[in-house]
């Protein structure tokens, strides 16, 4: 079983809908989460921190459920700029003076006129 | 905000030559990372460094070595470049505590004929 694993999509979607991603992680241990968006041919960037409580940040909502392993993002409303690739990443349980992420395949979103 | 500067965006090289990318942060950051991304794989880690003069394997480090003399500067070397490294090369940096994630370069495309 992969580490990280993500649906890679595509979820096409019309302009205004409501959309969710999950990403599952296998290391129960993992302690810290994160969605990054990814547009075609850039580097990702960091959309949002994942907190335990849940968190919102706009249109977007990220998700922490603890006992399934596995994190969400929603986006409302979607807009034609939210088209980009999503992808989630986890960090194990640190065990020294640094900290490895593992990245998701990632989620393609493409959002319709 | 936080820039990570890779030298090149572009380059093409021929099999059996040393390639060296080059990586370079300005917030003092002590971690810095170099990944690969491909289609369907998503972004592995090939080497990453938590101090000066410090570097630990990730999970692809055959055909790879990295320099850190430097704390803002983090370079990857293709010590024979062979075809199977035409990739997208994207170099990372974070600081602890880690729950800001990671910053990107906007990455080099390598491509070798």
């Known amino acids: 079983r992969k580490e990280v694993e993500q649906d890679p999509g595509p979820f096409n979607v019309p302009e205004g809908a409501t959309v969710a991603f999950n990403c599952t992680y296998s290391?129960?241990?993992?302690?810290?989460f994160f969605w990054y968006r990814q547009d075609c041919r850039k580097e990702p960037k960091l959309l949002m921190s994942?907190?335990?409580s849940g968190n919102e940040d706009g249109r977007f909502t990220a998700q922490l459920n603890r006992a399934s392993q596995y994190i969400s993002l929603l986006i409302r409303d979607s807009k034609l700029s939210d088209s980009a690739t999503y992808l989630c990443?986890?960090?194990?349980?640190?065990?020294?003076?640094?900290?490895?992420?593992?990245f998701g395949t990632g989620t393609k979103l493409q959002v319709i006129p | 905000d936080v820039k990570v500067t890779q030298s090149s965006r572009y380059l093409v090289k021929r099999t059996g030559e040393k390639v060296f990318l080059e990586c370079v942060q300005d917030?003092?950051?002590?971690?810095m990372f170099w990944y690969r991304q491909d289609p369907g794989l998503g972004l592995r880690l090939i080497y990453f460094?938590?101090?000066?003069?410090?570097?630990e394997k990730g999970d692809i480090p055959e055909g790879y070595s990295v320099s850190r003399e430097k704390k803002e500067r983090f370079s990857l070397i293709l010590e024979s470049a062979s075809t199977n490294q035409t990739s997208m090369y994207l170099c990372?940096?974070?600081?602890?505590?880690?729950?800001?994630?990671?910053?990107f370069g906007s990455g080099t495309r390598l491509t070798v004929v």
């Open positions: 990443a986890v960090i194990p349980m640190n065990s020294g003076g640094y900290q490895k992420v593992t």
């Open positions: 290391n129960s241990a993992s302690q810290s």
């Open positions: 994942v907190y335990s």
């Open positions: 917030m003092d950051h002590e971690n």
């Open positions: 460094s938590y101090d000066v003069k410090m570097k």
């Open positions: 990372a940096s974070n600081s602890l505590p880690l729950n800001y994630g990671y910053t």
